[in-house]
Structures are given as C-alpha cells and as structure tokens.
C-alpha cells in the first residue's frame, strides 16, 4: 500500500470521526428534548405521546433551520474574510437564540402564511396529525437541501409541508391558492429584487470610491454616507421586522428611528475617517477595510431579526400541537409557551454550530469571490429589499433575496469585466499598424487614468481613428472573447432548481407522511 493511500484513509477516518460526533451531538440534543417533554409535561395518554413526539421534530427542525438558513446572513462576512468561520458561528449563534427568546413573541400562526383553512380540516386528532406530519417533511427536505450544499428557504419547505398534508387532510378545498401564487411569485421577486439592489449599491462604490484617481479622499467624502445608510436600514428592518412580534410600529416611526440612527452613525463616521485616512494607502484592499466592522455588525443583526422571525417555522407547528392537546380545539394562532421556544431558539443554535459551515461556505465563497465592499452591498440588500418590499406588498424570502444579492454583485462584476476587456480590446485595433511601445504606453496611461479621464481618452482615439470604427459583428465577436464568468453557473443551477422544487417536494412528503400517521393511528 503506498503512503497517499494511507494519507487518504487517515483523512476518510477524520472525516468519519466528525461526523459521527456531529450526529452524536445532534441525537443527544433531540433524546434531551424527549426527557424533558416527558418529565415536565402532561403526557398522559395518546395525545401526550404526541406532544413527546412533536417536540422531538420541533427541535429537529430547528436544527435544519440553522443548518441551512442561517448561512444566509453570515456567508456574506465569511466569505470576505471580514470575520473568521468559527467567529461567525459563534456570534450567528449567540445572536440567533437571542432574536428567538427576546423578539419571537409569545403568540405564533399555527398555518404558516394562513396557506391553508384549518375549520376546513375540523377534527383535533386530525389537526395534530397534519402537524406533525408537516413539521416532520419540512425538517426532511430542508436535511436534503442542506447535505446537497443548497440554501433554501425554510419558511417555502414549511408551507409546502403544511400544504401537502393539509390538502391530504381536508381536500382541495382546504388550501389557500391564492396565497401559493404570490409565493410561487416570490421565486422570481426576491432573488431579482435583491440583486438589482446589491448590484446597484456595488456600482455606485465602484464609480465613486475604487474608479476614482485619489481612493481614499474618495473613501473620506462617500464611506460615512455609505456606513450611515447602513445604520438607517438596519435600524428600520430591525424595527418592523427583528422587533415587530413584541413591538408594533408603524412604518412612519420606524423610518424616523432609522433616520436618527443614521444621522448620529454619520457624525461618528465623519470624525473617524478624518482620522483613519491618514493611515490608508490609496489601494482597494485599504479600502475593504472601512467595511470590516459594519458588515460585522451587519451579520448580528439579521441574524437578530432572522431568529426573532424564523424560529416560528420550528416551533409554530410544535405549538399549534400544543395547544390544540391542552384545549381540544384547532385555532389560527396559538400561544408559545417558554419550553417551545426554547426548543427552537436552542435546535437552531445547535444546527448551526453542527451543520452550519458548509452552507456559509456555499453562499460565502463558492458562488462568486467576494470582498469586504461586495458582502457590504449584499448585506445593504438583504435589508433594504425586506423593508421596501413588505410595504409594497411583495412576497419575498429572506433568503433568496441574500442568495440573489450574491449573483448580483457576481453578474455585475461579469459585466464591468467584460467592458473593460472589450475597451482594451478595442484600443488595440484603433492603434493598429503602430509601435508597440506607442500601445503600451497608451493602455499604462489608460489603466492608471480615472474613470472621466478614461472616457476622455476613449473620445479623443476614436475621434482621430475614425475609419477603424468596428462593425457589428466585430463588437459581438470580441464580447465572446472576453467573456468573464465570476459566477459558477454549477452552482447557481443547483440553487434555482432546489428553490423550483422545494414547495412541491415537501408537498408530497408532507402527504406521504399524513397518509402514514393516518394509517398507523387507525391500525
């Protein structure tokens, strides 16, 4: 046996190891929460044993939550080498449970997004049937999803869930279509959305900070406008949505508080870079570095608000079957109590912890490369895209919005390359015939030229080479030359179609499942 062979056994043997404490560490967490319910709860009876079992799915999922979504918020900061995987972990974590237990509220929609009418399906019994079944098929998919490397949206694999069992229970009749349609419209919405605006922002610090001559004056004058936007976004998301199951506010007010938060952020930025530029180079990476801290912070606080406003998908189900044991009836909401939600804020901490990285990987790094300005704009996205399109009335996931903020900033940076290597391209045909060092001196005054300098040059050739004009297809010929793909097409086709499938795959595992409880409770 050669050397490399052994090297690669000790690898697959390491890598067995850990996955086999992962999972230990997982199991233990679901046993711990069996204990608990069965010792503290009335579990009396066949009802009670569901109560056991539903908690134990509760926390499952809560698990999968945090394996899979929560990559959303810090993927962005990891993969711009802003803050270390292990920091991210730990501080997604830390801030996770938080938005749970402090901001979750202590009353939840037992039918995610009203998707389907409860009356319809009448029976107690049967209601916690479908529940559980749901419950169980969203944990399922979002495993699936998670272990195939794909981020996708748990609040779509709960409501397709619900929906497959619901209709399973109750008919046709049971499931609310129209609201399926505006979600089936939200595959398009968020993703565009979000990467139209993250694009834009990366466009607008290209074109007023890294193309100008002098970057860090350019940096002194727009970075504490950018860094202030910031503050009034997050402060505004933060208080219709991180806030807003324990403090409702109109959007007025939350504007208003957004707009003091910002205005007091710029002051204190102003008379922090007065004294950060002296220490700067005039280099991108210098620059990247005035967006370490707020994408930082940036990374807390979605991870705030997504715990404050996901963990329902956890525990909204869990306690639907609750309530529905303790009262004997099927309501649209339900009260949360203490024990529930700290199965979902604690399962959703623990995923992450476990399963977490890989994900953050996929969305930090293996969709297109990113830097400390490309994750700012992605962050700036996640919320501006949440607050404009919640009060135009647009269905939107969180996550394809922050997964659709990647491939913006990557099909814009495709773009923006493509251009300037058509420019290039282009002075090297307008300067045909003539001395090399004449070219070369050219494209060394053009690359180091600013972008209203740039244009003046492009201006000035063409106007004295006119009879080099290129054609047509000329033009079409050199942007397949130099096309730039910074986007891994691999991964956005594994990503759009595990977003296509996910509502009609939990569908029909959320009916699969119905149709086995059904059927062993009525052995």
């Keep these: 046996m050669q050397l490399t062979d052994i090297d690669d056994i000790e690898k697959a043997t390491k890598r067995g190891r850990r996955e086999t404490l992962r999972l230990g560490i997982g199991l233990l967490f679901v046993v711990a929460i069996m204990l608990y319910t069965g010792l503290t709860q009335n579990v009396s009876g066949e009802h009670g044993v ?3 079992v539903a908690a134990m799915i509760g926390g499952y999922m809560a698990m999968n939550i945090g394996a899979n979504d929560v990559a959303n918020n810090v993927g962005p900061a990891v993969g711009s080498r802003a803050i270390s995987m292990a920091g991210a972990v730990v501080l997604a974590a830390v801030f996770e449970m938080a ?3 402090i901001a979750g509220g202590d009353v939840v929609n037992t039918i995610q997004k009203g998707i389907i009418n409860p009356a319809i399906v009448g029976d107690t019994e049967r209601f916690i049937w479908l529940m559980t079944a749901a419950l169980l098929a969203g944990a399922l998919w979002l495993n699936v999803a998670t272990a195939f490397g794909a981020p996708v949206s748990t609040t779509h694999s709960i409501i397709g869930a619900v929906l497959g069992a619901g209709i399973t229970a109750g008919g046709m009749q049971a499931a609310n279509w129209a609201t399926l349609s505006g979600i089936a419209a939200s595959w398009v919405i968020s993703p565009v959305l979000g990467g139209v605006i993250a694009a834009g922002f990366l466009y607008w610090i290209k074109r007023s900070i890294t193309y100008q001559d002098d970057m860090v004056d350019a940096a002194r004058r727009v970075v504490p406008l950018l860094i202030s936007l910031m503050a ?5 998301y933060l208080v219709l949505k991180g806030l807003g199951k324990i403090w409702k506010v109109s959007l007025v007010t939350a504007v208003v508080i957004g707009i003091v938060a910002g205005s007091a952020v710029h002051l ?3 008379k922090r870079m007065a004294l950060r530029v002296t220490s700067l180079e005039n280099t991108k990476d210098s620059i990247n570095t005035l967006f370490t801290i707020p994408l930082i912070c940036s990374a807390a606080l979605l991870s705030f608000a ?9 525990v909204g189900p869990l306690a639907a ?11 649209a909401k339900a009260s949360i109590p203490l024990w529930v939600m700290l199965v979902g804020a604690s399962g959703i901490a623990i995923g992450l912890l476990l399963y ?3 994900l953050i990987r996929t969305v930090g790094s293996e969709i297109t490369e990113l830097d400390q300005m490309r994750a700012f704009c992605i962050a700036m996205s996640a919320a501006v895209t949440v607050i404009v399109a919640s009060q135009l009335g647009l269905p939107v996931s969180s996550t394809h919005i922050a997964v659709g903020g990647v491939f913006g900033v990557g099909f814009l940076r495709e773009f923006l390359k493509s251009s300037y290597s058509q420019m ?3 002075i090297k045909l307008h300067h045909a015939g003539e001395d090399k060092a004449v070219v070369e001196d050219f494209l060394d005054r053009f690359e180091a030229a600013g972008i209203a300098e740039k244009n003046a040059m492009l201006v000035r050739l063409k106007a004295h080479t006119e009879n080099a004009q290129l054609s047509k297809a000329e033009r079409k010929q050199i942007r397949k030359v130099y096309r730039h793909e910074l986007v891994k097409r691999s991964t956005l086709l594994r990503i759009a179609a595990a977003w296509l499938v996910t509502v009609p795959v939990s569908a029909a595992i959320g009916a699969a499942l119905y149709y086995l409880i059904f059927g062993i409770a009525h052995a």
């Design 99 to 101: 938005g749970a237990l």
């Design 321 to 331: 079957i609750s309530a529905a044991v303790n009262t004997g009836a099927v309501s």
């Design 50 to 52: 569901m109560i056991v």
């Design 232 to 236: 009034f976004a997050f402060s505004t």
């Design 356 to 358: 977490g990285p890989k």
């Design 306 to 314: 997504h715990g404050a406003n996901d963990v329902a998908n956890a």
């Design 424 to 426: 290039i391209e282009e």
């Design 268 to 270: 204190l930025m102003r």
